[in-house]
C-alpha cells in the first residue's frame, strides 16, 4: 500500500511563495502520475496540476498557470508543488494523489493514493 506525505504548508501573506513536498513510502515516481488537489473550507476538492508518469505532459488549473510549478525528483522519492505569487483564494488543504502509470489526469476518481493534505493559508 503506498502512502504519501505532504508538508510545507502554512501561513503566508498575500503575494508569497511556498513550496509543497510530498513524500511516498514507496519508489513510485519513476512509474506513477502525480497530482496535486486542493479543498476549501466548505468546497469540493479540486484540481490543481498533474504530471504523467513520464514526466513529459504536464497539466494546470487555469487559475495557477504561471504562479504554480509541479516538479518531481524521482532520486529523493519526491513530489514538489512550488507557489509563488499566493493570492488569498489559494488557501485550502493541498494533497498530493497518485495513480500507476497514466497521463495527466485532472479527474479525483483517478488517482489511488492520496496523501492526509497540509493547509495552506494565504493572508490578505
Known amino acids: 500500500q503506498v502512502q504519501l506525505s505532504e508538508s510545507g504548508g502554512g501561513l503566508v501573506q498575500a503575494g508569497g511563495s511556498l513550496r509543497l513536498s510530498c513524500v511516498a513510502s514507496e519508489r513510485i515516481l519513476s512509474t506513477y502520475a502525480m497530482a496535486w488537489f486542493r479543498q476549501a473550507s466548505g468546497k469540493e476538492r479540486e484540481f490543481v496540476a498533474a504530471?504523467?508518469?513520464?514526466?513529459?505532459?504536464?497539466s494546470y488549473k487555469d487559475s495557477v498557470k504561471g504562479r504554480f510549478t509541479i516538479s518531481r525528483d524521482s532520486a529523493k522519492n519526491r513530489l514538489y508543488l512550488q507557489m509563488n505569487s499566493l493570492k488569498f483564494e489559494d488557501t485550502a488543504v493541498y494533497y498530493c494523489?497518485?495513480?500507476?502509470?497514466?497521463?495527466?489526469?485532472?479527474?479525483?476518481?483517478?488517482?489511488?493514493?492520496w496523501g492526509q493534505g497540509t493547509q495552506v493559508t494565504v493572508s490578505s
Open positions: 504530471q504523467s508518469w513520464s514526466g513529459g505532459d504536464t
Open positions: 494523489a497518485a495513480r500507476f502509470l497514466g497521463g495527466s489526469s485532472r479527474k479525483t476518481d483517478d488517482y489511488n493514493y
